[in-house]
Structures are given as C-alpha cells and as structure tokens.
C-alpha cells in the first residue's frame, strides 16, 4: 500500500511540474536570509531556473520573483526518502533542492550560496567534453589555486601536509570527461579557517589560465558552491549529514570524485567565474567545525586512491565505499540510509544512474 501510496504522490508532483516554466537548467540554493543581491541576480538569468530551499531559520515571509521556493511546509509535502534523514536547520536540506530540479526536468544543475556573485551576469562553464589541462604527477593531490596563480592559498580540505611543496608539474592538455566543473571565485574564496585567521588580504585569480582537470588517481577537495553537475553527475549531489557544516561538502567532493573514475569521470577547475562577499561568520567557530579536514583529509585521499571493489553495479559500488568510509569513521553509520534513500529517489524520478 505505501507503493502505491507514493507513487500517487509523485504523480500529483509530476502534474504540478506544468506549471513550471520548462528549462533543463536549474540553480539550486539552500538560504537562512531574505532575498540576497545574489539570489535577485540568479533569478534574472534567462533560460535557468531557480529553486531555494528553505530551513526553520528562514523568514516565513520569503519571497523573490521568478524563483521556486520550497519553503517548510512544502518540503513536508514532497515524497522523496531522503526528508525522514535530512535534519533541520542543516546544510543537507539542499539535497531536496537537487531532488526537485532533477524531477522537473533539469540536464545541468548549478549550485551556489547566496553571496556568490557571478562575473559578467552569466554562469559559465565548459560542454562536458572538453579539452583542459591536465598536471603529469604522482602526487596524491594538486592545489587548483596554484595554477590559477594563488600558490601560497589553498582550498578548504586541502591536506595541510601539501601545502608548501617544490615539485614541478609538466602540463599536457586533454580532452576530458568533465561532468563536474567548479569556478574559483574571486575576492573571499573558500578556503579554511586558518588561512582566513592568518591572512587578510582580498585574493583575486588569473581569468586568463585555461581550465584545469584532474586525472585519475589524483584527487583535490572542492565545495558546494559556483559547481556545475551535468546529469551524468547528479548521483553525486548528495551531501552526507553527519560530518559537520564545514566538512559535509568537502567529504562529499572526495567521495564522488573516486567513484567519477568508474566511468571515466573528471572533475575540472575554471579560472574565476564569480565573487563572493562572504556573509558573517566566527572564524574560530569555523575552526572547531573544520577540524577533521586538518587531520583526516590525506588519509581520506590515501584510503581513496587504495579501495577496491570487486561489485560491477554502480549504485552498489556507491553503498560499499559509503560502507567503507564508514568503518573507517569518515561517516557515522546513519549515511548509509540516506545514500540508500537519494539512490531510491533518484530511481523513481526516472533518474539513470550511469553504466
């Protein structure tokens, strides 16, 4: 009976779809405040859609002109699995947002925060085939910020132990698989709280250097914001719910980018294509919140670059590493559930996982 009982909901969700405007591209942003001079820029792009999804601290007075609010109330209405995991007043609400672009239609989903400003009123991003460059390297890890002329500033996640290094990279340009590609961003960019408590300085990247990919073997943590997905990517959406704030997206970047190898899937780097005006935080409360990416993120890549599994179906090759990273205490055990539920969800929208 429930079935049948949720296939009736996703019915009327399918129905209540015509009243969208169709476009298969779609912004997705999670918010706390009230309309932000970002959001009211993102909602003017023709040809994208946007969704933000709401919390309990958001005002229940929201509003904003072309833009899908998924306030409280509405969320609650929604079928998908994964809103019995998703705890309030958390980042991993975003995960609805996902969902309902997916469902509607979405083939390219842009996800930011609401103070990233993008450069020239435009998103901008490469088809997902495209020629980039690649860094011929046995490291583990390459900096993107080096390449985009910052090689004294690092991304969070970044393992703190690469930080300063004297290896020289020979470059080679490929055609790449890059379903994934995130823009640097321009004044307040993310990096952790200890350079942001030892460093004042605006920081501003070379929009002249070609994209930058990664090949497989070498991984580079990269957040939630400024990111494109094509749909080939939308499996790696998911933002976990119990590492902190501050470590659920990197954790999540680390994640897909092992399982992208399966299918040949790179993640690449585009010189600067928005700026942020970060909004206020406490530094040394961001401190305590990113404490496992100072003293776990190059185990996290070793542990990475070493798994194996001998499973041939994707999604059960994404519930064993989740497993995996699990035992070795990445995750709390209450992931699985919800990586079992998105994969559930994505089924039902009539998502394809990739083969």
């Known amino acids: 009976m429930s079935t049948i009982l949720q296939r009736i909901a996703y019915f009327f969700l399918f129905i209540s779809c015509i009243k969208i405007n169709a476009t298969d591209k779609w912004i997705v942003v999670t918010t706390i405040n009230y309309p932000t001079a970002a959001l009211k820029q993102l909602a003017q792009l023709p040809d994208w859609h946007l969704v933000v999804v709401a919390d309990k601290k958001t005002p229940c007075d929201w509003h904003l002109d072309n833009c899908e609010f998924l306030s409280v109330e509405k969320q609650q209405q929604l079928p998908y699995k994964i809103i019995q995991f998703l705890p309030w007043n958390h980042y991993s609400r975003k995960n609805i947002g996902y969902l309902y672009a997916i469902e509607h239609g979405a083939r390219i989903i842009y996800e930011t925060d609401d103070d990233n400003y993008l450069i020239d009123n435009e998103i901008g991003y490469l088809p997902e085939h495209a020629t980039t460059i690649q860094y011929i390297t046995d490291q583990s890890t390459v900096n993107p910020y080096e390449h985009f002329g910052q090689p004294n500033v690092w991304p969070r996640g970044y ?55 990664l090949q497989r073997g070498v991984l580079c943590p990269f957040n939630s914001q400024n990111t ?14 119990t590492p902190s704030f501050r470590v659920c997206d990197i954790w999540r970047s680390y994640w897909m980018q092992r399982l992208l190898w399966d299918f040949d899937g790179s993640v690449c780097f585009l010189a600067p294509t928005a ?76 998502y394809s996982m990739p083969q």
């Not at 993310?190 to 930058?212: C, G, M, W």
């Not at 939308?234 to 933002?239: I, K």
């Open 228 to 241: 494109i997905f094509y749909y080939n990517a939308f499996w790696a959406l998911l933002l976990p719910v």
């Open 159 to 213: 393992p703190l132990k690469k930080i300063i290094h004297n290896q020289q990279y020979q470059t080679v340009e490929r055609h790449v698989h890059c379903p994934i590609q995130q823009g640097v961003v321009n004044n307040d960019p993310d990096v952790d709280a200890i350079y942001r408590l030892t460093h004042s300085q605006e920081i501003n990247f070379d929009s002249n250097k070609k994209p930058l990919s």
């Open 275 to 350: 700026v942020q005006y970060r909004n206020e935080h406490n530094l040394l409360t961001d401190f305590a919140d990113e404490i496992d990416v100072y003293l776990k993120s190059e185990q996290l890549i070793n542990t990475l670059r070493n798994w194996k599994c001998e499973k041939k179906v994707f999604v059960e090759r994404m519930e064993e590493l989740m497993n995996e990273l699990i035992i070795k205490q990445y995750f709390k055990p209450a992931e699985i559930a919800l990586v079992t539920a998105w994969i559930e969800d994505l089924e039902h929208i009539n």
